[in-house]
């Protein structure tokens, strides 16, 4: 324990900066100074333009890169490797192809030494939530954009984390199968409770789905503004109240998302 | 900051490491190789010590014994056959798949032929040649053409064939003929195919050469390592294998270079 | 725009009719281009009638004790066991140097050293090691077959995507997990690639060694041929060579769909 922290905060960012060097000189900041808090059982949406930044800051909270500067910490224990308490839902997915839907999915647990009935049962659970049943033999080739996301939404909510990480999920996908994933995320973040940290540069999907709304700045990455968003769930996209919050954070930032 | 430069002198200290390593292990290997023909564990009937080897290399500058020739002779008639057997593969077989891949009629005429020539590997010609052609520059060339001829083709057809239709569309629709379009269009969109199987022709007839030497020659670097062995000289044999592989070796590096600098939008 | 088309289609029956007709006009040139041949000059070019013959021949009288199936059997047996050898040791070695930076040092430059020489340049030392028996044609080609192997193998290890890498690691992968779940599955098609490269490899420099030093198998059949000026022999052996070696190259791919069904490169193909 070396963190003290406030009742239902899980995550804390404190001062993380990272730096890499263009042709080996030209120092090139992509996260700055940021520091920021993740509550327990939160829908919180990192929203910030362009591709700077964001994905480097995820890496280093999942562990997966050290910072150059500053830490982040764990219900208090600092991070310095991947947790299986934390699950990352990648933005280019990273589904095997050699493995089929159900083993793609099972590869947590499968990883951790799960046996295998325990492992497919898990699996076969979040393949019917995310709604893939009868795909579960099924390459990833043979699958489109949107059911794609899905195998990697069940394989991260499969390893049971505690704190999920979404990165920029939906980013590659066309409008209309983005929407409909907008909304199966947000029916199976109801069904299924956990810390969800989201990543997007679309500020309606993060208005749809968000607790709270971390606006960055471009490039390097820095918090610009924190958001609550206390609109009902399900929300509506022509609410007066969502185009009121839309027009505010869309004139906060530098750049039209 | 700081932080990241260790980390890339670190990196850069890592590199020289392991280059180290790679130097020692060569070291050791002809050190061990050294020491046991030295020591009489191997017999020097059967192998050279490496420091043999060098004088040899060295002797056969001016000496022509045991195969009749110098060095460079042999180096220079095996360079004859293999870039006369070579370049006519090149010559005669990339245009032919590029044309075979945009021209249907002639795809459809050609390729059964070359269907059946296929599957047989260039060494089985040999006897053929040597009976048609005998044993001069001609047949062994042949022969090397006959390895370098098939990636040739197989290669420019199937970069052609991958001619994006966009591009094709956009040609046509400025009214250029199916020619100019081949010409302007297909020919430099499937340059870096083509040059793949120009790699593979490259490699191949350097193989096929040494097979086609052992077998019918009088000179040349493979006519050089046959004779090695019938008259004992495992010196001979393994300067003319280490020949053959440098050459390789070196051949394979120019034309990498030729080719980033003929295809060097190909990455972007 | 309808009209072309339709214009298109009337035209294109006569059209379609001429392009199947051509492979067929092809496969007829040639065998003309033969007969006429073989009036010229019977010796060097025999009708396609002598070389049938010949065929037949070869079972009822067989040249060293075997005839034409034996001698396919003698080679395709070498090439199988050099290529079983090569395949264990090639993954493993492939393996090793592709995983582990210190092994690539230590073993990567010695094999890139020897890596230019071709197969066939081995033969002439190889016999003068180990004779003419069954082995040493066996290492050779065992040296023809183990190169692509590794070299594929190399390669393919490389190319693993650092994103799969990532994600094992974010699910707590071991070291040895990383290479047994990700990388050696991802290198599987480099790997088949690789086999498929050495198979017809093999069966070149099963040739080349057969040709120089043999009792047995399809290279000595042709070098028979030439030496008693057997032409039609010679051919009969081509075309097994040929016949053979492209069944080789199906069969090979056929066991690559087979056990990488999600290689969508060769679906395409």
């Known amino acids: 324990m070396s963190m003290e922290q406030k009742a239902g905060t899980r995550l804390i960012v404190k001062d993380v900066s990272k730096t890499f060097y263009q042709k080996k000189i030209e120092p090139h900041h992509v996260v700055d100074k940021v520091s920021l808090e993740v509550k327990d059982n939160e829908f919180l949406v990192l929203l910030g333009p362009g591709h700077c930044g964001k994905t480097v800051l995820l890496n280093i909270v999942s562990g997966l890169m050290p910072p150059d500067e500053g830490s982040v910490y764990l219900d208090g224990e600092k991070i310095t490797k991947p947790n299986p308490k934390i699950g990352m839902v990648f933005q280019k997915l990273g589904l095997m192809p050699w493995k089929t839907v159900i083993e793609n999915v099972e590869i947590g647990p499968k990883l951790s030494g799960i046996n295998v009935k325990t492992r497919r049962e898990r699996a076969e659970y979040f393949i019917d939530l995310v709604g893939l049943k009868g795909f579960e033999n099924s390459y990833p080739h043979q699958l489109s954009g949107g059911m794609k996301q899905r195998v990697g939404i069940a394989r991260a909510y499969t390893n049971d984390p505690e704190i999920l990480i979404m990165d920029e999920p939906f980013g590659q996908l066309d409008a209309q199968t983005r929407y409909n994933m907008q909304n199966e995320i947000s029916r199976i973040s109801e069904h299924e409770k956990r810390t969800i940290i989201f990543v997007t540069n679309n500020i309606e999907e993060a208005l749809y789905l968000g607790d709270r709304i971390i606006l960055f700045t471009e490039c390097p990455a820095r918090v610009k503004e924190i958001y609550d968003i206390d609109l009902k769930r399900p929300r509506d996209m022509i609410d007066p109240e969502f185009l009121r919050l839309r027009k505010m954070i869309s004139n906060n930032t530098d750049l039209a998302l | 900051m700081n932080n990241n430069n260790l980390l890339k002198k670190g990196r850069r200290m890592g590199d020289l490491k392991?280059?180290?390593?790679?130097?020692?292990?060569?070291?050791?290997?002809?050190?061990?190789?050294?020491?046991?023909?030295?020591?009489?564990?191997?017999?020097?009937?059967?192998?050279?010590?490496?420091?043999?080897?060098?004088?040899?290399?060295?002797?056969?500058?001016?000496?022509?014994?045991?195969?009749?020739?110098?060095?460079?002779?042999?180096?220079?008639?095996?360079?004859?056959?293999?870039?006369?057997?070579?370049?006519?593969?090149i010559i005669i077989g990339t245009p032919l798949g590029m044309l075979m891949g945009w021209y249907k009629p002639l795809d459809r005429f050609i390729r059964p032929l070359f269907e059946i020539i296929r599957p047989i590997p260039p060494i089985a010609w040999i006897p053929l040649t040597i009976l048609w052609?005998?044993?001069?520059?001609?047949?062994?060339?042949?022969?090397?053409?006959?390895?370098?001829?098939?990636?040739?083709?197989?290669?420019?057809?199937?970069?052609?064939?991958?001619?994006?239709?966009?591009?094709?569309?956009?040609?046509?629709?400025?009214?250029?003929?199916?020619?100019?379009?081949?010409?302007?269009?297909?020919?430099?969109?499937?340059?870096?195919?083509?040059?793949?199987?120009?790699?593979?022709?490259?490699?191949?007839?350097?193989?096929?050469?040494?097979a086609a030497e052992l077998l019918a020659a009088n000179a040349g670097l493979g006519y050089m390592i046959m004779m090695g062995r019938q008259f004992v000289r495992p010196d001979v044999i393994i300067l003319g294998m280490l020949t053959i592989g440098i050459l390789g070796f070196i051949f394979t590096w120019i034309f990498t270079k030729i080719e980033n600098v003929v295809v060097r939008w190909r990455t972007l | 725009m309808k009209k072309t088309a339709a214009y298109d289609q009337k035209r294109r029956p006569i059209k379609k009719i001429l392009n199947s007709l051509l492979p067929f006009v092809s496969i007829t040139c040639l065998f003309l281009l033969w007969f006429y041949a073989s009036n010229i000059n019977p010796d060097l070019v025999p009708s396609p009638a002598s070389t049938w013959e010949r065929l037949i021949q070869l079972f009822v009288k067989p040249v060293n004790k075997m005839n034409l199936f034996g001698h396919v059997w003698a080679s395709l047996q070498r090439v199988f066991i050099a290529l079983a050898c090569a395949t264990v040791l090639g993954v493993t070695v492939g393996v090793m140097i592709g995983w582990s930076k210190t092994f690539k040092a230590i073993f990567g430059t010695l094999f890139e050293l020897i890596r230019p020489i071709p197969p066939i340049a081995w033969l002439p030392i190889i016999i003068m090691w180990f004779g003419i028996g069954e082995f040493p044609k066996i290492l050779i080609v065992f040296i023809g077959t183990f190169m692509p192997i590794v070299v594929n193998t190399y390669t393919g290890i490389r190319l693993v995507m650092p994103l799969h890498l990532d994600v094992a690691r974010m699910f707590n992968a071991s070291n040895r997990q990383l290479l047994f779940e990700v990388a050696i599955p991802s290198a599987l098609p480099p790997i088949f690639a690789g086999i498929r490269n050495a198979t017809s490899s093999g069966w070149m420099t099963v040739l080349a060694a057969e040709m120089i030093a043999s009792k047995a198998g399809l290279g000595f059949l042709i070098t028979r041929g030439m030496d008693y000026f057997d032409v039609p022999l010679i051919l009969v052996g081509m075309l097994a060579i040929g016949i053979v070696g492209a069944l080789l190259a199906i069969i090979t791919e056929f066991i690559e769909r087979l056990l990488c069904p999600w290689n969508k490169k060769l679906e395409q193909d």
Not at chain 2, 64 to 74: C, E, L, R, S
Not at chain 2, 161 to 187: E, P
Request: proline content about 3%; glycine content about 8%; hydrophobic content about 55%.
């Open chain 2, 133 to 210: 052609v005998g044993i001069g520059l001609g047949a062994k060339a042949m022969i090397i053409f006959f390895s370098a001829f098939v990636p040739c083709v197989i290669n420019s057809y199937t970069g052609i064939k991958l001619t994006s239709q966009v591009h094709v569309s956009v040609a046509k629709t400025f009214g250029a003929s199916n020619f100019k379009i081949f010409r302007t269009v297909g020919v430099p969109s499937s340059m870096p195919m083509a040059f793949a199987g120009i790699r593979i022709a490259l490699g191949n007839s350097w193989g096929t050469l040494v």
């Open chain 2, 18 to 89: 392991y280059m180290i390593l790679s130097v020692i292990s060569v070291l050791t290997f002809l050190l061990i190789w050294q020491l046991l023909v030295i020591f009489g564990v191997l017999s020097t009937r059967t192998i050279a010590a490496p420091t043999q080897v060098l004088v040899t290399f060295f002797e056969k500058f001016y000496s022509t014994a045991p195969d009749g020739a110098t060095i460079f002779t042999n180096i220079a008639v095996s360079l004859k056959v293999s870039l006369t057997g070579f370049f006519s593969a």
